[in-house]
């Protein structure tokens, strides 16, 4: 069977990414977070092709699913009106900090109806994207985790590698050969979902830059396992990766909550 393409980006610099402000519940992200969107938008050379947009559900993954990847959104809401973004748990990060922690589907909501209106106030800016939030789609957060936003059951960080393993089997399951997905997640979890961890900063908790973008191909190995293969063509791109300092230990501490072994030091939280 043909393998599935998937292009994973990590989301653009939080609060939280800041001097390690891991305390900060469901962080939206800086300004230099907004700008680094807006490259992403201008630099991402598969806006013609995607078929299918997720991300996690909280806020800085929403905002940077929607600064960054609205030419793709607006493609498809001109061939699909009905057309959605699928907001799904089993991507978001790997922790129990409040950072990792989301906010309720009515909260994200008021939140995004608002932020136009005050970015435009504060700032004089418009920020693109916002106008497709309304293809937000929210039902997989309802159905697989009803608790939402506690991170119980395999949504809890002990469990991390398990839901890794499941999100593997269902983005081969759930889109086919002809589907080309972009999915924006965050820099520890990404880890545990691709299975590589050559990459890993240990001072930074992940050797995923904000907004870096990544492409794989999902398939089975010859055992039967779902795995995800990098393609040539992102490997060679990752030089090309711009390199700000976002100052992300709080990936390093959610990765030691995970119960990970990949940290050559113990560091106590």
Known sequence: ????????????????????????????????????????????????????VV?????????????????TIAR?????????????PYFQENGEWECDIGS???EIQEFLSNFV????????????GYEHQSCLDFSLVEKSSPEWPEKKRIFAAKNVEKRGAYARDYLFDNYTEK????????????HVLTEDWDSYDDMKGTGWENTERRSFVVKKNDAGKVVLEETEESIKNRSLVHTVDTDSGTERRETEIAGHHHLQTEVKA
């Open 1 to 52: 069977m043909p393998p599935r393409l998937l292009h994973l980006v990590r989301h653009a610099q939080g609060h939280h990414n800041v001097n390690w402000q891991h305390y900060l519940r469901d962080p939206a992200l800086t300004d230099l977070g907004h700008s680094q969107c807006q490259r992403l938008a201008s630099t991402f050379p598969h806006h013609s092709s995607i078929t299918h």
């Open 55 to 71: 991300c996690s559900p909280l806020k800085r993954t929403i905002q940077t699913t929607l600064e960054s990847f609205h030419p």
């Open 76 to 88: 498809l809401v001109s061939q699909d009106k009905d057309f959605k973004i699928r907001a799904n």
């Open 104 to 106: 309720t589907i009515p």
């Open 117 to 128: 209106d005050d970015a435009a106030k504060e700032n004089d800016v418009v920020i693109r």
């Open 179 to 190: 589907d080309e997905v972009v999915i924006v997640s965050h820099g520890g979890y990404l």
